[in-house]
């Protein structure tokens, strides 16, 4: 058995799994601010080039379910290093890459092992703490990590331009090679929690489904698969993903564990919370391609202004469990999602007139907003599933995120090319970006009416509070108010 994390000792383990989160979320942000360059030197459409980054997230999807039965198989150390080591292999194939679907490929590999990664990081980490440390653990393991997204934009634009848009994925070598000796180094060796076979059927069933249903989206309107063909592979993928739940709530020990979702707090941070990560994961796609592509910024001051939006999700971290101390889990989610998505329609009214600053802040509030929603649907996720579960929620969480983060590319970029199909344009013009904004802003806003349906006592006890600010609260009125919204 893996030794429990006791008392502060989870911060090490936190800040040794961050480092791998760390390489996954700069090579999230560094890849969109440099996708107009990588678009030209391929000659193809920037739009089209979406493909490259909801590739990586369709294997990351695919391959999640697969995660806490190969961690608890093998290991979950063993797997941690095998997964860092295969995603920065992969990341210098993709450096090397000469054509879109040699970059696709390098990208799904890439995938694999950062499916393995994450959310085998996440389950070395919170099987060895309590609950009333899980708000602090989730801080401690984002806050390092966050700092991938802030240097991502401005360290991506500035390498696209000075060097390559190649540059930008040597990045991860030496992170991937740190990663490596601090897992070794500090966490201790774990051996395989049980044996159970895995559930080979219901994986292939729901990477196929995924899979048909991702490549339908992304190749609709866009001429590369025989006419209709997209929607067919749209109509199986939805086919087989009705087989995939089926067989699930059949077998003993299936791929994706659905009966996760009857535990109210789970199904709200799951369900509620993809709709919401699906617009998180539009926004570093639209805005580097209004600012270049619309605006004619360049990739560095693209990225400078870009990294706004991380930088706001790293301020905010530290602030969310005083947050939580004055308001509800449910009045935090509902702020969130109402806050933005109004981000993400104003995003939409943005034009050259608008001075640099104007968007840096728009962007800063819209990161404020969107870590302190992350931060409190992680611990949330997590609150009242039972140890020996966690394997399956961590997989099963995992997959709804990083598809819908794949959703929300592939709706923004489908909505740009439905407009681009309507109105006979050969490039993207601003008005259809700001249509991608406008659809994105729809979907987050879609979460909404889950969150209100949280009780007001949901996820009590998630942050446990400081002896000076336990017996803090609202004023009567104050109280009345948040407790009806």
């Known amino acids: ?133 899980l708000l602090q653990a989730t801080t401690w393991l984002t806050m390092p990590a966050l700092v991938g997204p802030l240097l991502g934009p401005p360290l991506g634009g500035f390498l696209t331009d000075a060097l390559s848009w190649r540059s930008i994925f040597w990045v991860n070598v030496p992170v991937g090679i740190v990663g490596l000796f601090l897992t070794w180094k500090l966490l201790p060796p774990s051996t395989p929690e049980h044996r159970t076979p895995p559930d080979l059927r219901g ?91 619309g605006f004619g910024y360049s ?14 999700s790293f301020c905010m971290r530290p602030m969310t469990a005083t947050a939580l101390r004055h308001f509800s889990v449910r009045t935090v989610l509902c702020a969130g999602s109402v806050c933005f998505a109004a981000v993400l329609a104003v995003c939409s009214l943005m034009s050259q007139a608008w001075p640099a600053s104007a ?40 997959t709804a995120q990083q598809l819908m983060k794949a959703v929300g590319v592939t709706v923004a970029a489908g909505t740009i090319q439905a407009t681009m199909l309507v109105s006979g344009s050969t490039h993207t013009e601003r008005w259809q970006l700001a249509c991608g904004f406008i659809a994105t802003a729809a979907v987050v806003l879609a979460s909404l009416p889950m969150f209100l349906r949280l009780s007001v006592e949901a996820g009590a006890g998630i942050s446990a509070p400081t002896p000076k600010r336990a017996e803090r609260t609202l004023s009567l009125p104050i109280r009345k108010i948040f407790h009806h919204i």
Not at 233 to 258: M, Q, S
Not at 265 to 281: C, D, E, I, K, N
Not at 299 to 312: K, W
């Open 203 to 293: 994986m292939l069933l729901s990477g196929a489904s995924l899979t048909l249903f991702m490549i339908g989206i992304e190749s609709a309107g866009r001429g590369v698969l025989p006419a209709g063909a997209p929607w067919i592979c749209v109509a199986v993928g939805l086919l087989l993903f009705r087989v995939t739940v089926l067989h699930c709530r059949k077998v003993e020990n299936p791929a994706i564990d659905f009966s996760l979702l009857s535990i109210p707090t789970f199904h709200a941070a799951t369900v509620a919370g993809s709709l919401f990560r699906a617009g998180a994961g539009a926004l570093p796609f639209l805005v580097p391609l209004t600012l270049q592509t």
């Open 359 to 398: 968007i840096f802040v728009l962007l800063l509030i819209g990161g404020l907003g969107r870590s302190l929603s992350f931060a409190t649907m992680g611990a949330l996720a997590f609150a009242d599933v039972p140890k020996p579960r966690l394997a399956a929620a961590t997989s099963f969480q995992g």
């Open 1 to 133: 058995m893996q030794r429990a994390v006791k008392g502060g000792n989870f911060r090490i383990t936190a800040a040794v799994v961050a480092s791998a989160l760390f390489m996954q979320n700069m090579d999230g942000t560094i890849v969109a601010t440099a996708i107009p360059t990588m678009a030209r030197d391929l000659h193809i459409e920037t739009v089209h080039l979406s493909s490259a980054i909801t590739a990586y997230l369709v294997a990351l999807t695919v391959f999640i379910p697969a995660s806490g039965w190969v961690a608890d198989r093998f290991g979950a150390r063993r797997v941690f290093m095998w997964a860092i080591a295969t995603f920065t292999l992969a990341s210098i194939a993709s450096a090397a890459a000469t054509s879109l679907p040699q970059l696709i490929a390098a990208r799904i590999v890439q995938g694999l092992g950062g499916a393995m990664m994450v959310p085998v990081g996440r389950l070395i980490l919170f099987r060895g703490v309590k609950r009333e440390e």
């Open 299 to 312: 990739a560095t001051n693209s990225g400078l202004i870009t990294f706004a939006s991380a930088l706001g």
